[in-house]
């Protein structure tokens, strides 16, 4: 049996020299200071690969045009098993691979390994960095949600300030007029078609040089005996790649990346961010107004790009003992401490996002049909702690019975007798009375004849700015005039498909000086505190374009 | 194969192979490993049918009061469905017949051998595919030609004199 197989690999061999090929790519001599700090361009390889692949795994369920990409992404992380985690891989793997590509660029700089006669590999590389880069860019648009679609306009602008070049980028973009179908189809088609393959050249190449010079070696190394990339280095490669593997699985687990609302052109309340590892461009950009702008969108990105490529051209000396290279530490403590300064400075200078662009579209979103008695009621359901006796999921009950289909056994009346006193609406109930006043319970009521076994999750689900929302909205009567998902006076507008037509600031000014916004309205003023101003808001922006059933 | 290369170089004592074989294990368990956690999760991702949301509920195909006991009639009707991420309306239709005790029954429009749409032979009073020649009773027996199994049929619930079409049932071959 053994016979044959070494019989069987010699004659495929004899044919494909693919054993052979196999012997000297694994059996390449490398120096004997090789070891751990070397890993992380294996990492990275991996990385691209599982880049590969899960992102056509996630072209399987993914319809490339604007809207149905949003639906179809939608359905991946709500509807296809382990879609999720397919698209958490994707997403977290994007940002780990320029994680460990930067830890690879900086190895490599310290261990002066670009030197003589490593300098094309060096370059080749800095190629690989800007092409991660543009996987970003490119890939950020394509779940088309209020994120990608408004950090690309931002991106697009950018490009677009490129002095000569700026009109043709756009109009390579398509992005000259509103972002729309035409860029949709350019990013994609960059991120899908041309970005991978180019990589994939790229990285044969960039593997090539660096077994055509050897792993460089470190002073000393002529005096050692060299040792086999296998199994030893090998060892080590995995090992790496198994950590970065299963950080990135599990944060592909446990972060949710959530999608928010489908890009919404005319929503004038979205602060547009990008991806982490651009703030600090981002932040760079604030420093340069006006004419100078220029400076923080091309020229500054355009010397540091150069001076990249140029680092083996710029430093010819021979030195590559890492102790001896305090200027080269210098610099990547320089750079690292700039980039984590305009990084920092980047998070806290942007005001945090609103409440209602944060909610995540994957995630349970019936809580949004409800009317705003229905939503109050779910804070006192909460507040009374409804759910400690009963359950709202089905399966087996608690110490009292499920509440799903309450409409079904009880009508209003009898909810307002058992509220107030259970034990004459149910005989020998151990249910305590509820503390609500008259008006209170019948919010609480609305949502008891609303809960279905298709929707007891908006118990759980609906987000606290909402509730409080809601809550406000019933306390003030604005039902008495304007009506929300169906329910509510005609008095004033219908109030879903408000973030449509209007931005927050509007909504708060007219809160505060409803005459001034819209002259001759009957609507009077209200002065709520800051808090119940953001959450009211909040809410009312997040309401449905259109009433549910319409 | 591979000691000689590293004995060669006089690297027994440094890497020996107990040491070898330890990275070798590892690098297999790990391998491995890494394996595991991207298949089993792409098997799932591949295979398991989505959790479409089911639009079930009872379709309008019309009145059947107008229907005469023996005689089939091709209703059309409108289905709303997910396909994928979309949702679609369809133009559906089936062969319904009101059978002489009230009762009616609707089959699903495809002939069960390849799926061709058949049709109700007046003459003969048999459905008849056209494609390979399969027959069927009014009953949706087969009488001849390749199809394997009897026509399909809709779930049906008459509600004020108008047929609500459900669910298509797969017939047995059995039957």
């Given at each position: 049996?053994?016979?044959?197989?070494?019989?069987?690999?010699?004659?495929?061999?004899?044919?494909?020299?693919?054993?052979?090929?196999?012997?000297?790519f694994l059996?390449e001599?490398i120096?004997?200071?090789s070891g751990w700090h070397q890993v992380f361009g294996s990492v990275a390889l991996f990385l691209?690969l599982?880049?590969?692949?899960?992102?056509?795994?996630?072209?399987?369920?993914?319809?490339?045009?604007?809207?149905?990409?949003?639906?179809?992404?939608?359905?991946?992380?709500?509807?296809?098993?382990?879609?999720?985690?397919?698209?958490?891989?994707?997403?977290?793997?994007?940002?780990?691979?320029?994680?460990i590509?930067?830890l690879h660029?900086?190895q490599?700089?310290?261990?002066?390994?670009?030197?003589?006669?490593?300098?094309?590999?060096?370059?080749?590389?800095?190629?690989?960095?800007?092409?991660?880069?543009?996987?970003?860019?490119?890939?950020?648009?394509?779940?088309?949600?209020?994120?990608?679609?408004?950090?690309?306009?931002?991106?697009?602008?950018?490009?677009?300030?490129?002095?000569?070049?700026?009109?043709?980028?756009?109009?390579?973009?398509?992005?000259?007029?509103?972002?729309?179908?035409?860029?949709?189809?350019?990013?994609?088609?960059?991120?899908?078609?041309?970005?991978?393959?180019?990589?994939?050249?790229?990285?044969?190449?960039?593997v090539?040089?660096v077994?055509?010079?050897?792993v460089?070696?470190?002073?000393?190394?002529?005096?050692?005996?060299?040792k086999s990339f296998f199994p030893e280095q090998v060892f080590k490669d995995t090992v790496a790649v198994f950590i970065a593997f299963?950080?990135?699985?599990?944060?592909?687990?446990?972060?949710?990346?959530?999608?928010?609302?489908?890009?919404?052109?005319?929503?004038?309340?979205?602060?547009?961010?990008?991806?982490?590892?651009?703030?600090?461009?981002?932040?760079?950009?604030?420093?340069?107004?006006?004419?100078?702008?220029?400076?923080?969108?091309?020229?500054?990105?355009?010397?540091?790009?150069?001076?990249?490529?140029?680092?083996?051209?710029?430093?010819?000396?021979?030195?590559?003992?890492?102790?001896?290279?305090?200027?080269?530490?210098?610099?990547?403590?320089?750079?690292?401490?700039?980039?984590?300064?305009?990084?920092?400075?980047?998070?806290?200078?942007?005001?945090?996002?609103?409440?209602?662009?944060?909610?995540?579209?994957?995630?349970?979103?019936?809580?949004?049909?409800?009317?705003?008695?229905?939503?109050?009621?779910?804070?006192?359901?909460?507040?009374?702690?409804?759910?400690?006796?009963?359950?709202?999921?089905?399966?087996?009950?608690?110490?009292?019975?499920?509440?799903?289909?309450?409409?079904?056994?009880?009508?209003?009346?009898?909810?307002?007798?058992?509220?107030?006193?259970?034990?004459?609406?149910?005989?020998?109930?151990?249910?305590?009375?509820?503390?609500?006043?008259?008006?209170?319970?019948?919010?609480?009521?609305?949502?008891?004849?609303?809960?279905?076994?298709?929707?007891?999750?908006?118990?759980?689900?609906?987000?606290?700015?909402?509730?409080?929302?809601?809550?406000?909205?019933?306390?003030?009567?604005?039902?008495?005039?304007?009506?929300?998902?169906?329910?509510?006076?005609?008095?004033?507008?219908?109030?879903?498909?408000?973030?449509?037509?209007?931005?927050?600031?509007?909504?708060?000014?007219?809160?505060?000086?409803?005459?001034?916004?819209?002259?001759?309205?009957?609507?009077?003023?209200?002065?709520?505190?800051?808090?119940?101003?953001?959450?009211?808001?909040?809410?009312?922006?997040?309401?449905?374009?259109?009433?549910?059933?319409? | 194969?591979?000691?000689?290369?590293?004995?060669?170089?006089?690297?027994?004592?440094?890497?020996?192979?107990?040491?070898?074989?330890?990275h070798l294990?590892v690098v297999y368990?790990l391998g491995?490993?890494i394996?595991?956690?991207?298949?089993?999760?792409?098997?799932?991702?591949?295979?398991?049918?989505?959790?479409?949301?089911?639009?079930?509920?009872?379709?309008?195909?019309?009145?059947?009061?107008?229907?005469?006991?023996?005689?089939?009639?091709?209703?059309?009707?409108?289905?709303?469905?997910?396909?994928?991420?979309?949702?679609?309306?369809?133009?559906?239709?089936?062969?319904?017949?009101?059978?002489?005790?009230?009762?009616?029954?609707?089959?699903?429009?495809?002939?069960?051998?390849?799926?061709?749409?058949?049709?109700?032979?007046?003459?003969?009073?048999?459905?008849?595919?056209?494609?390979?020649?399969?027959?069927?009773?009014?009953?949706?027996?087969?009488?001849?030609?390749?199809?394997?199994?009897?026509?399909?049929?809709?779930?049906?619930?008459?509600?004020?004199?108008?047929?609500?079409?459900?669910?298509?049932?797969?017939?047995?071959?059995?039957?």
């Amino acid at each position: 049996m053994r016979k044959q197989l070494i019989r069987f690999i010699e004659d495929l061999d004899h044919r494909t020299g693919l054993h052979t090929g196999l012997r000297k790519f694994l059996y390449e001599e490398i120096p004997a200071s090789s070891g751990w700090h070397q890993v992380f361009g294996s990492v990275a390889l991996f990385l691209i690969l599982i880049q590969f692949f899960t992102g056509a795994m996630l072209a399987f369920n993914y319809a490339p045009t604007p809207g149905d990409a949003y639906s179809s992404l939608r359905y991946i992380l709500t509807e296809v098993t382990a879609g999720r985690l397919m698209r958490g891989l994707h997403h977290w793997g994007a940002s780990m691979i320029i994680v460990i590509v930067v830890l690879h660029m900086v190895q490599v700089f310290l261990w002066g390994a670009y030197k003589k006669p490593r300098e094309g590999t060096w370059v080749v590389g800095v190629i690989l960095l800007l092409l991660t880069l543009a996987y970003g860019l490119t890939g950020y648009l394509l779940p088309w949600d209020n994120r990608a679609y408004w950090g690309t306009v931002v991106t697009t602008q950018i490009g677009a300030t490129v002095p000569i070049m700026g009109p043709y980028v756009s109009r390579l973009l398509a992005s000259t007029g509103d972002i729309g179908v035409v860029t949709f189809a350019r990013f994609y088609g960059l991120h899908v078609l041309l970005l991978p393959p180019a990589t994939m050249l790229l990285i044969v190449l960039h593997v090539y040089l660096v077994r055509r010079h050897g792993v460089a070696p470190a002073p000393g190394d002529e005096l050692r005996p060299r040792k086999s990339f296998f199994p030893e280095q090998v060892f080590k490669d995995t090992v790496a790649v198994f950590i970065a593997f299963a950080i990135l699985f599990i944060m592909a687990i446990a972060v949710r990346v959530p999608l928010e609302r489908m890009a919404d052109p005319t929503d004038t309340s979205y602060i547009p961010r990008p991806e982490w590892y651009f703030l600090f461009l981002f932040q760079t950009l604030k420093v340069f107004n006006g004419p100078l702008e220029v400076v923080g969108t091309v020229v500054l990105p355009t010397l540091a790009i150069l001076a990249l490529v140029l680092t083996p051209f710029i430093d010819r000396s021979a030195v590559v003992r890492v102790r001896r290279r305090t200027l080269a530490a210098g610099v990547v403590i320089l750079a690292g401490l700039g980039w984590g300064g305009l990084t920092a400075a980047a998070v806290k200078s942007t005001p945090p996002q609103t409440a209602a662009s944060q909610i995540d579209f994957s995630g349970p979103t019936q809580w949004m049909e409800l009317t705003p008695p229905e939503l109050a009621g779910v804070h006192y359901f909460r507040q009374e702690q409804c759910a400690a006796c009963h359950n709202i999921t089905g399966g087996t009950p608690k110490a009292g019975p499920n509440l799903l289909d309450t409409s079904k056994r009880h009508d209003s009346a009898w909810l307002m007798t058992h509220f107030k006193d259970p034990a004459a609406a149910t005989k020998g109930s151990s249910m305590q009375p509820v503390n609500l006043t008259d008006t209170e319970l019948k919010d609480l009521i609305a949502l008891m004849l609303k809960l279905t076994p298709a929707n007891g999750d908006v118990v759980d689900s609906a987000p606290d700015f909402a509730v409080a929302g809601a809550l406000i909205f019933q306390k003030n009567s604005c039902g008495a005039c304007h009506a929300v998902n169906g329910a509510g006076g005609k008095i004033g507008p219908v109030l879903n498909g408000l973030a449509e037509r209007r931005s927050e600031a509007w909504v708060i000014q007219h809160f505060q000086n409803p005459q001034m916004m819209s002259p001759k309205t009957p609507m009077p003023a209200y002065k709520f505190n800051s808090t119940d101003m953001q959450n009211e808001v909040s809410y009312l922006l997040t309401l449905p374009d259109k009433a549910p059933g319409q | 194969m591979a000691e000689q290369n590293i004995i060669d170089t006089g690297e027994a004592e440094v890497y020996g192979s107990t040491r070898r074989a330890f990275h070798l294990a590892v690098v297999y368990v790990l391998g491995a490993l890494i394996g595991l956690a991207l298949a089993i999760p792409t098997i799932l991702y591949l295979l398991v049918p989505p959790k479409t949301r089911k639009e079930s509920g009872w379709i309008d195909a019309g009145d059947v009061s107008q229907l005469t006991s023996g005689i089939p009639v091709e209703l059309s009707f409108q289905e709303n469905r997910m396909d994928g991420w979309r949702l679609v309306t369809e133009k559906k239709t089936a062969w319904v017949v009101k059978e002489p005790d009230n009762k009616v029954v609707a089959f699903g429009p495809q002939c069960t051998h390849l799926g061709c749409a058949y049709h109700w032979e007046m003459q003969s009073g048999k459905f008849m595919c056209p494609c390979h020649g399969s027959y069927f009773s009014i009953e949706g027996k087969v009488l001849d030609g390749p199809a394997p199994r009897p026509l399909d049929r809709y779930m049906t619930k008459i509600e004020n004199n108008r047929l609500q079409i459900g669910e298509l049932k797969q017939s047995s071959p059995a039957a």
